[in-house]
């Protein structure tokens, strides 16, 4: 289960990560009583991503442009999803900003401290300055001074950063939580250091072993995350998604596509580790913008330009209606590859996950002229409670799969087939 921003931070005041002065506004007139000086930010509490970009995130000056603010707010959906509260929040000049989180390597069965010195929503930057480090015994500062010295911090900063991430590390360890993030963790011309934003992650599992969490936190907090819980959305905004946000190795024949920098991370990670290359990575824009079809169609685009790319890992944190879009352009693809005489019931099999897919391709083959590019697509959705039926896929060739370790094992399978393929033709 995902948490709003300012339930976030009510969990970063109980270890003292510093955070600026708030208060949640659940509605407008609430502005008159507001207790924190302007200037101001307000902003949508929501899951979705891109909160700024689709008109959630205002920073006003008085009272009067506060209340309008608030009220275009509270009328404003993002991703379908519309605000019970509003974080009234003081604002911040920040002279640098990074990026910090904690999260489980799946393949290790280790946490692993995540950083950057390049902070926001630059995901470019960011991951071309993320550090790792696995926290390989038992947690120390020693582990968060070395991921702070990898990120090139020096001075006052490597003790004051190193420091958030020891409580971040706490928080993480106590309350058994999946991910904790801080971004941007800014810090000013006085060495101050600030969370401006901060996502986590509960497990659900181990809810039943935290029965005060959820009461400690407001009123507002338990109602947003019962009506908002199916939401997984924890973006980050890449600016173009029809490029690739990151280019690891010409020579695979792997493409990556996810919707989250800890999605991307994790994935990569568990390939990496497995001597996956990859190719490159692509971050889908989940966010509330006119033109997704426009945005699926150059992202498609740019995957089958790239004549070395054979598998195409979809690998989400929710199901979307951009992923409806991009299914939808992998049928397109298909049926331009396929003649429909050439799909049979026969061709078809039953897996465990009980999802149906292509398993012979012959029958097709022989039936086009045409040379046909194949490419596999491998989809997981990582929300635990959605359950996709193989009719949404509309008998697609798509290898659809809970199961991360599986996943990534049916990744390199196809992979490495389509490697042997070419070189034997």
Not at 60 to 75: L, P
Not at 130 to 147: D, K
Not at 241 to 265: G, M, Y
Request: charged share 25%.
């Amino acid at each position: 289960m995902d948490l709003l921003e300012y339930q976030a931070k009510q969990l970063f005041e109980q270890v003292d990560i510093p955070i600026l002065p708030s208060q949640s506004i659940s509605d407008p007139s609430e502005l008159k009583n507001l207790h924190i000086p302007y200037p101001i930010v307000l902003k949508s509490q929501v899951l979705a991503s891109g909160r700024a970009k689709a008109g959630g995130v205002k920073f006003v000056e008085n009272t009067i442009d506060a209340i309008a603010a608030a009220q275009s707010i509270f009328n404003l959906p993002i991703e379908g999803e519309y605000p019970e509260v509003i974080l009234a929040e003081a604002r911040y000049d920040a002279e640098n900003e990074f990026f910090l989180a904690i999260m489980l390597d799946y393949a290790l069965k280790r946490p692993v401290l995540l950083g950057s010195s390049h902070g926001g929503i630059n995901i470019e930057i960011l991951l071309d300055n993320l550090q790792t480090c696995v926290i390989e015994e038992e947690f120390s500062p020693f582990y968060a001074r070395r991921l702070v010295k990898q990120m090139g911090l020096t001075g006052k900063a490597i003790a004051s950063v190193s420091k958030i991430i020891e409580k971040m590390y706490d928080l993480f360890l106590t309350h058994d939580l999946d991910i904790i993030e801080i971004n941007p963790l800014a810090i000013n011309a006085n060495g101050e250091v600030m969370a401006l934003d901060g996502k986590i992650r509960l497990n659900d599992y181990a809810l039943n072993r935290h029965p005060n969490l959820l009461k400690s936190l407001t009123r507002e907090t338990h109602q947003a995350s019962s009506t908002t819980n199916q939401y997984h959305h924890y973006n980050s905004i890449a600016k173009e998604v029809n490029k690739p946000i990151l280019t690891l190795d010409f020579d695979s024949n792997l493409a990556i596509i996810s919707d989250a920098i800890d999605t991307t991370i994790f994935t990569v990670n568990f390939l990496i580790f497995k001597e996956q290359k990859i190719n490159s990575c692509y971050l889908l824009l989940n966010e509330n913008i006119k033109n997704k079809k426009e945005q699926v169609d150059e992202l498609f685009s740019s995957i089958l330009d790239n004549s070395n790319i054979d598998v195409v890992l979809i690998n989400v944190s929710c199901w979307s209606d951009i992923i409806d879009l991009l299914i939808q352009k992998i049928e397109q693809y298909f049926q331009k590859q396929t003649p429909i005489s050439a799909i049979r019931s026969e061709d078809r099999a039953d897996r465990a996950t009980g999802v149906r897919f292509f398993q012979t391709e012959s029958s097709w083959k022989k039936k086009s002229s045409q040379p046909i590019r194949q490419i596999h697509w491998i989809l997981r959705v990582s929300t635990s409670d959605i359950l996709i039926s193989p009719e949404k896929l509309n008998g697609l060739p798509i290898h659809y799969i809970n199961e991360l370790e599986n996943t990534i094992a049916l990744t390199i399978k196809y992979s490495q087939l389509a490697l042997k393929q070419k070189d034997l033709s």
